[in-house]
């Protein structure tokens, strides 16, 4: 799949399970935890260079919970925050490295 596809909560659910068949992240379960529903969520680009996927609440949920999740483009593994920050760093250094 081109990393300029244009994506759907429904096709990052359908790449995330195709990649992850043990994953849990859109079981039924989970998102009935959460109080979620396919239709509360976007997906927009994120991260440096556009590498990861950002899937986000359109409306809070459950306990006003309303965190984004992220997904690796590539593996379209779970990234979390603290590994998005250190590719927000990495990213920032090589462009001041450059100048």
Do not use: I
């Amino acid at each position: 799949m081109s990393k300029s596809f244009y994506m759907t909560a429904s096709n990052l659910k359908q790449e995330y399970l195709e990649h992850n068949p043990g994953g849990f992240f859109f079981t039924r379960a989970t998102m009935k935890f959460f109080g979620d529903t396919m239709r509360n969520y976007g997906v927009r680009s994120a991260g440096g260079d556009d590498q990861f996927w950002e899937l986000y609440r359109k409306r809070p949920v459950r306990n006003g919970h309303q965190s984004s999740a992220y997904f690796c483009k590539e593996t379209f593994r779970r990234v979390y925050e603290w590994e998005l920050q250190a590719s927000f760093k990495q990213d920032n250094e090589e462009t001041s490295q450059s100048s």
